[in-house]
Nanobody, 115 residues
Framework: QVRLVESGGGLVQPGGSLRLSCVASGVIFRLNAVGWYRQAPGKGREWVAS???????SYRDSVKGRFSISRDNAKNTVYLQMNSLTPEDAAFYYCNVYINSIDYWGQGTQVTVSS
């Protein structure tokens, strides 16, 4: 059974930083592409960043240069380092893995950016 658990969200001032974590059980992250998505109130879920099994990463344009996705194989954990946060980054953040035609999601972690 695949289970994803996100953590690390919270309240941060504009310009601040947070590091989100996604810990997995039932799936080996290093063998799969893992993505971070976010959903703000009243908006659809949008892709933020991904890391492939070969370690290649990709980002949506609005977070390039500010966010960094990484993976710790020993801990089976994927991270999203978020710097220079703006109010537009406020949302619930979810990690995702797609295996055998099934999308798996965690419960999400909330990021609030406010002064």
């Amino acid at each position: 059974q695949v289970r994803l658990v996100e953590s690390g969200g919270g309240l941060v001032q504009p310009g601040g930083s947070l590091r989100l974590s996604c810990v997995a059980s039932g799936v080996i992250f290093r063998l799969n592409a893992v993505g971070w998505y976010r959903q703000a109130p009243g908006k659809g879920r949008e892709w933020v960043a991904s890391i492939r099994s070969d370690g290649n990463t990709s980002y949506r344009d609005s977070v390039k240069g500010r966010f960094s996705i990484s993976r710790d194989n020993a801990k089976n954990t994927v991270y999203l380092q978020m710097n220079s946060l703006t109010p537009e980054d406020a949302a619930f953040y979810y990690c995702n893995v797609y295996i055998n035609s099934i999308d798996y999601w965690g419960q999400g972690t909330q990021v609030t950016v406010s002064s």
